[in-house]
Each structure stands twice: as structure tokens, then as C-alpha cells.
């Protein structure tokens, strides 16, 4: 991530999808907002659609793709929601515009024309006049926990690198080089 980072901006940027029950898939872009040994971290409603697939199916692949390096992540694995105290620690750091909406915003859901997000952001705007934003109750972050991970490099004649790394029975990782 760092190394991506330095290439050039929208390193945290990544590919998220997620399914219904029934298996229909859907995926949208999302900012990685944390990356560690615990797995991704990305915020948004509880209430969006992506939050409501989750809690029916928890279960996502996302992919983080940087063409400048010629290099992409690929993970899949079980989601769960991130602590109240790391959504709330990761609230405080956005702008108060982004706070503003997040209120404001009926995420993934129909509204007759821009003026209703307008005047949620309006009236949010006068209940937290004089004081710091708080965080919605229906809106914090989810972990995705690889169970597998695909590292891609490209190279030459489209002889491409690809290292699989999956969870073992035993919980340890097992790496498989891939044919491209």
C-alpha cells in the first residue's frame, strides 16, 4: 500500500463485492480506509445496500488495482463490523461536511431529487451548530477477513506472477504460485 501510494493518488481505492442470498452479486468502489493484519476496513452506512447484503450473506472479494505499478490484491473472505470505538476513531478524523452527510445521506435508497439531501445536511448542520459531529448510530465500518489473497504483477508476454495465499485448516497460510 505504501509503495502504491507513491505512485500516484487513489491507492486506497478498491473493488468491493458482496451478494445476495441467492447469489446475485454486486460490486461498487469503496476507499480502504484501513489495511493490517486483521484484514480491510472500509466505512458506509448500516443501512446501504451493500450493508444490507452483508448482513444476509457476510461474505465479500474486494481488489485494490495499481496500474502504474502493473500490480493488483485480490481477497475474499468473511465480513464482520468493525468495534464502535474504531468506527467512532475513524469518524472523527472526516471533515464535517462528510460527517454532515453521513446523517443526512438515506445511503442506497431512493429520494425524490437532491434538495431532500440538501436540507438533511442543512438541518443536521443547525442541531450540531455549536458542537463537535457525532457519529450515526446506522453507520460504521466493516472488516473484511481474508481467508484467501491473490497478489498479481504483471510481466512480459503476459506471463503474469500470481501467488495465491489460502487459510489453512490449521490456520496457517498456504501459498500456491498460479498459472496466468
Known sequence: MREAA??????DVMALATA???GRPSVRMVICRALDGRGFVWYTGYGSRKADELAANPR?????HWPALGRQVRAEGPVERVSPAESDAYFATRGRGSQLGAWASPQSRPIADRGVLEAGVAETAARFADRAVERPPDWGGYRLAPDVIEFWESRSSRLHDRMRHRRGQDGHWVVERLAP
Request: no cysteine; hydrophobic share 45%; net charge negative.
Open 6 to 11: 507513491e505512485s500516484g493518488p487513489g491507492a
Open 20 to 22: 445476495t442470498p441467492d
Open 60 to 64: 465479500a472479494a474486494a481488489v485494490l
